[in-house]
Each structure stands twice: as C-alpha cells, then as structure tokens.
C-alpha cells in the first residue's frame, strides 16, 4: 500500500500508527506546540502549530474524528477549564506513549477564581478519546476539586495520569468526578503516593455522584491495568468512593488494578473501594484486583463484589462478593 499524506502533517499507510499512537482519521490533524506554536497559525503542521490546547479545541469539527497532537516538550498551561464537549475528538500526547505515570504531555490548569472551573478538563462529547497526557490540578477556588470531570458517551483513556496535588482536606475532592456512560480506562494511574490526605476524610481517587455534572451518571464503565494511588491521613481515605444509592447504573468494572496505600502514610485505610449506601441500580465488580496497605479491599454490604483478588496487603485466597 503506498503511503498517504495527511494534510501538511502526519504520514500513514493503511492504519500505520506514528510516534505517540496517531491513527489514520478522516478527519482533521491539528498540531498543539505550547513552546514554538502561536493561535494566529493555522495548527495543521508542526511548523504551524497552534500554541494553546484551547485553541485547537475550539477549532475542531465534531463528529468527523479530529485529533490534537500535543508536544511534550512542555506542560501546556489552561488559564481555564477546558469543556470537550464536541464528539468524535481524539486527543494524543506526542510522548513516544506506552506510560503508565509521568507521560511528558502534561495539561494543567493552576490557580483560577471562576466557580465554574471544576476541573482541569470537563467532557461531555460522545466517543471522545485521550492518551499519553498527564492531567494535572493545582486550582484553589472552592469549586475546583477535581482534576478530571467525565460527563460524556463511551469516552477512552489510554496510558493517562490524573493528579490533584490540592484540596487534599476535602472529602468531596477527587482525581477523576466520574458521571460517564460507557467510558474505558486502560492503562491509567490515579492519585499520588507522595501527597498525604489529610485525617477523617474520604479523599477518593474516583468519585462517584450521581449528577455532578448534570444529567449525568456513572453507567457501564470499565477500568483496565490502572493504579490507584494514595498515601492515607487515616482509615477513612479510600480509593472508590460511591457517595449515594444510585451513583452506578448496571456496571462498574474493575479489571487487574492495584490500590496501592503507601506504606510510609499515616494510616492504613478501613478498605480500598466503598460506598456512602448499597447500591440499588448497578453493581461494582473488581476482578483479579490487589491492594497494598489496605485493611480489606472493599466495604461490605454496600452493592461490591470481588473475584478472584486478594482482599488485604497480608493474606491470600478468594474472596467472597459482600
């Protein structure tokens, strides 16, 4: 098969992958470059490349598959939330890729006062996709407590790191908010084994509650190979937390992920995954999971069930859904 031009930019042949996993699109490429670039080119090459992230979203077309790749010589700075709220965008950090933590792509928002900046990043689009970013937070407004806010239809993401280095004596606070129907994270690490939560909060890794972002809820969602990372206060910090009855609808899926408490921490968690009530509209599944430090995996009673994993850092077995 001869080789194809993407306009002004990335080289394919059939579905050939470059540097950093760029698929072939129908679409549009857009090249992101906070260093070199500026928002008065046209961000269709590299030589040309838009400066901010804000600029190449604005400029996509939804439904046809765009994607923006950003450098990773440098943290691409938002003086805002970014809203993904167009369908079909793809987002692919320029990394080599293949990351689980410390991608080289970074995107971050830093200290804002708009109470609508809840996140670095909010998404409400369908079938939206990110890889080899690392999401960072480091906002103080009140309402700023997460560093990702899912909101969207089947969103995937691949070898990401979310992290919130603030809000760390906020219960509600969380490195992912997640309200989205069929997402995927494979991949993927969450949280710090650096920054201590504080005493007698929650503190998740992964919120979940029902209609944070409005209209919408956690459903049919699945993690893959993630890490979940914590270095706990006190025995209430979990990793999963599912504050109402009804924050998951039909699954909740965990596959071959670790919830690691760092063992130089204040305190041991209770458990690794749990909730403020037994779910009433879906289950959480955690399967071939392991957690480190932890005193059991997850709470009881309250709609989790476990196969195949090991339930607490000292003991083996199987053990039993609760």
């Known amino acids: ?44 090459s590299m030589a040309q490349a838009f400066k901010t992230l804000d600029k190449a979203n604005n400029s996509v077309t939804t439904n ?18 970014l809203t993904v709220s167009k369908n079909r965008v793809h987002f692919i950090g320029l990394d080599g890729g293949g990351r689980m933590y410390g991608q080289r792509t970074k995107v971050s928002l830093g200290v804002t006062t708009a109470a609508t900046d809840i996140a670095t990043i909010k998404v409400t689009g369908v079938g939206c996709s990110f890889r080899n970013i690392k999401f960072m937070n480091s906002n ?17 993401y691949e070898n990401c790191e ?38 007698n909060v929650i503190r998740p890794c992964v919120k979940l509650a029902r209609e944070t972002i409005t209209g919408k809820v956690c459903r ?23 504050a109402g009855a009804t924050d998951v609808e039909r699954m909740l899926m965990f596959n071959g992920c670790s919830f690691i408490n760092n063992p130089l921490s204040a305190a041991t968690p209770a458990h690794a995954v749990g909730a403020g009530a037994a779910q009433t509209e879906g289950v959480i599944f955690l399967k071939n999971c392991s957690s480190v430090d932890c005193t059991v995996m997850v709470e009881a009673s309250v709609g989790i069930y476990v196969d195949g994993a090991v339930p607490t850092f000292a003991t083996t077995g199987v053990s039993k859904a609760s």
């Not at 540097?19 to 961000?43: A, E, I, M």
């Not at 893959?224 to 999963?240: I, Y």
């Open 1 to 44: 098969m001869r080789p194809t031009n993407l306009p002004e930019g990335v080289t394919s042949q059939g579905m050939l992958l470059t540097g950093g996993g760029v698929p072939t699109t129908f679409g549009t490429v857009y090249f992101v470059d906070y260093d070199n670039g500026s928002d008065g080119n046209r961000g269709r």
């Open 220 to 242: 049919d969602s699945y993690f893959e190979n993630c890490l979940f990372w914590r270095k706990a206060g006190g025995t209430e910090t979990q990793f999963v937390y599912a």
């Open 162 to 199: 979310f992290y919130k280095d603030t809000d760390l004596d906020q219960t509600d606070a969380a490195e992912l908010l997640h309200n989205g129907d069929s997402a995927q994270f494979r991949n993927c690490t969450f949280g710090s084994l650096v920054n201590i939560v504080a005493d």
């Open 140 to 156: 103080t407004v009140d309402e700023g407590i997460y560093c990702v806010a899912e909101g969207g239809e089947f969103s995937l």
């Open 64 to 81: 046809k598959n765009d994607i923006i790749l950003l450098s990773a010589n440098s943290t691409h700075a938002l003086t805002e939330m």
